[in-house]
């Protein structure tokens, strides 16, 4: 026998050597038995197939792969949370396992239990070491892939709870009002999907059952701003007019006013599709909203709308129809008033060749890499030509001013043209020289326009006293005379001054800013003022707050009581007690100095003069939290300023009307559908300001 096998080595031994010599030189040693079993795996080796020869090699790999790696490991207890030392807890299904120091029984559970078998990925294992054995080498073990959770789909979900449906019910209705979008939203495949994904038991609602939701909602939010606005002393109406992206005209109407925290507040009432833009249909829209709310004509003390070439007629019709005094939005009066100063022959020519060679620049990829490189020589390759917008003046600043800033880098761009014609004519010298001219005029506007945007200036009394500022600082860059930029600067203080009636004394008293300005810490002295007419304004504040005190205003057509008269009578009452207690005292010393001149003065008055005897505020001092912090020791007063420190500066938002023509949230309303569009964005602009309301009274 074992002669039998020496010749069965001997003749195979020229074909495989080196694999098997040290087999050949083994065999004499071992004993029949064994001798017989290395032969048997020797033909085996041999004669194997390749399906044999790759499962040993999954063998293989899965012996040398066994230990759990330290990453498969850290991705394992991402599905599992140590309970103690002897116990876990599954974070998909809740289940509690027994765990002795071992992942075997956590990977096995993932596995059979949530079907995660991309865990152990020995298939990718197989086909390397396949390719591997088929080219002489040794099959090199991998890594295991990590698995990330969104590579997770769980086959055995739990059904979905009814609390649980309600809530998700909800957020999907936050959706679509807190981000402006459709109802049609829930159709598309990717909210599916995702929510599938998410909760795979949850029945997505129809249409029809989201807009009932919606309609629900409405309801409710609008009866709660209702109740809440019968407590308000005054309210003041805006209206913002804009156009959808299928061409149709809207009209907001939003209400603003003061409320129990001393916080401006800003709350939509309706959106309808305006039919008539003339101030008689405007009128009529503003007279049922208010109508719809349960609020009187006597509680609106102004209206701010956006028609700044009808604010004549606008002003006298509310006034003779319903006595509302009116004012135009400061950001379209201002741009108005700028265009028209702008409107030079060489300025407008000026202007033009900038805006074509920033659009040259903007559209030819080549001016553009030649430009960067210009900057990158000159480390300045953060900075950007600006494209300005035909509505609003400071993108026209921003592209001034940008332009001058890269004027060599522009200008050498532009001389270093290749074929030998110029694609986009350059700003000559006296052009630049304009440019420069320019700038601080649109500067001071612009400084004017940031001031306005600010959080405690957003009320009518900063804008006054601003653009006295304006007019002011205008008049240090009137120029040489004859020259243009005088031109532009004398004709942008006439619109100003023509428009806001500034130096009319007279029409000035008849605005609500005038006094709203006086009822502000800050402009109380009214400097900007001649002596004659603050004096006029000290009257008509008097005369004001006498009315207020003879006639309170009764602004609900319900009978719901004023949260705020009822604390003005408060702590007019315990004033008064305390005055009582001393009037006998005070009679004694009236034998030594007379009749003390207050006495006949009413509480009222003395409050007004107490109050313009404090120290005139900072101008960065919110004078709502100065009036919050002092409302106990002017009531009347402090009731008389929650009044016209409530009218806005802007029919909008003072961003939005001074700087960004479409905002983010305003290109996503104009998309809405004409349907829902009201009472979506009753409720993106309400619902969180209702919920605090809510919050503050529990």
């Not at 230990?67 to 974070?91: D, G």
């Not at 020589?377 to 001013?401: G, I, K, P, Q, Y």
């Not at 700038?439 to 405690?456: D, G, H, M, R």
Request: some cysteine; proline content about 4%; charged content about 25%.
């Amino acid at each position: 026998m074992l002669r039998e096998c020496a010749a069965q080595l001997e003749s195979d031994e020229d074909q495989d050597v080196h694999s098997f010599a040290g087999v050949t030189e083994s065999c004499t040693a071992l004993a029949e038995d064994e001798l017989s079993m290395v032969l048997q795996s020797y033909h085996l080796a041999r004669d194997g197939s390749a399906g044999s020869r790759r499962r040993k090699g999954n063998e293989l790999d899965y012996r040398r792969a066994s230990p759990v790696s330290c990453q498969e490991k850290t991705q394992t207890w991402e599905f599992f949370k140590k309970l103690n030392e002897r116990c876990v807890e599954c974070s998909l299904c809740r289940k509690q396992l027994c765990y002795h120091n071992s992942m075997t029984s956590l990977r096995e559970h993932l596995r059979r239990k949530h079907n995660l078998s991309e865990l152990d990925l020995r298939q990718s294992q197989d086909d390397c070491s396949s390719s591997s054995e088929s080219m002489g080498q040794e099959p090199e073990v991998k890594k295991n892939k990590p698995v990330t959770l969104s590579e997770l789909v769980l086959h055995d979900a739990r059904p979905c709870s009814e609390k649980r449906e309600e809530v998700i019910s909800d957020l999907i209705l936050g959706v679509v009002f807190r981000d402006l979008q459709p109802l049609t939203v829930i159709n598309n495949e990717g909210f599916k999907r995702l929510l599938g994904f998410l909760e795979p038991s949850y029945k997505i609602p129809s249409s029809m059952l989201l807009a009932s939701s919606l309609r629900h909602k409405y309801t409710l939010a609008k009866l709660q701003l209702e109740h809440y606005l019968h407590s308000v002393p005054s309210l003041t109406l805006s209206t913002d007019t804009w156009t959808s992206q299928s061409k149709q005209t809207y009209l907001t109407v939003v209400g603003h006013f003061i409320d129990c925290r001393w916080r401006l507040a800003r709350c939509v009432l309706r959106t309808t599709p305006q039919h008539n833009p003339a101030p008689d249909y405007i009128g009529e829209v503003l007279y049922s909203v208010i109508s719809e709310f349960g609020i009187s004509c006597k509680a609106v003390s102004c209206v701010v709308h956006d028609s700044a070439g009808s604010l004549l007629s606008s002003s006298r019709l509310l006034q003779e129809r319903f006595g509302w005094s009116s004012l135009c939005c400061a950001g379209r009066m201002l741009q108005l008033c700028i265009k028209l100063g702008l409107q030079v022959e060489q300025v407008q020519h000026t202007l033009s060749v900038a805006r074509r060679i920033v659009n040259h620049f903007v559209h030819s990829a080549r001016a553009s890499a030649e430009l960067s490189a210009k900057l990158a020589e000159m480390n300045r390759e953060r900075l950007a030509l600006v494209v300005d917008t035909a509505t609003r003046w400071s993108s026209t600043f921003d592209m001034c001013e940008r332009l001058l800033e890269l004027r060599w880098a522009v200008s050498m761009v532009l001389e270093e043209d290749r074929t030998g014609s110029l694609p986009v004519q350059n700003l000559s010298d006296h052009q630049w020289k304009l440019l420069q001219d320019l700038l601080p005029i649109l500067k001071t506007l612009k400084v004017a326009s940031s001031f306005l945007t600010e959080e405690q200036n957003a009320s009518v009394s900063s804008l006054v006293p601003c653009l006295h500022g304006v007019m002011t600082a205008l008049v240090h860059h009137h120029g040489d005379p004859g020259c243009i930029v005088r031109t532009v600067s004398a004709k942008i203080r006439t619109e100003i001054a023509k428009r806001w009636n500034l130096p009319n004394d007279d029409v000035m008293m008849e605005s609500p800013a005038i006094v709203a300005s006086f009822l502000d810490p800050r402009f109380k002295d009214l400097r900007f003022l001649t002596a004659d007419t603050r004096d006029k304004v000290h009257s008509k504040v008097k005369n004001l707050l006498s009315s207020a005190v003879s006639s309170p205003q009764s602004h609900s057509s319900g009978s719901s009581s004023d949260e705020h008269g009822s604390r003005e009578h408060e702590l007019d009452g315990k004033h008064r007690d305390r005055k009582g207690s001393h009037k006998l005292g005070q009679c004694e010393y009236d034998l030594l100095f007379g009749e003390d001149p207050t006495e006949r003065m009413p509480e009222i008055h003395q409050q007004l003069e107490s109050y313009l005897a404090e120290p005139l505020r900072k101008r960065n001092t919110n004078p709502f939290e100065w009036w919050k912090n002092n409302e106990h020791r002017f009531p009347a007063v402090a009731n008389l300023a929650r009044q016209y420190l409530a009218i806005p500066a802007t029919s909008v938002s003072a961003t939005t009307a001074f700087f960004c023509s479409n905002s983010i949230p305003d290109q996503t309303r104009s998309a809405l559908l004409p349907d829902d569009i009201d009472q979506i964005l009753f409720l993106h602009k309400n619902f969180d300001y209702i919920e605090s309301l809510k919050r503050f009274r529990q």
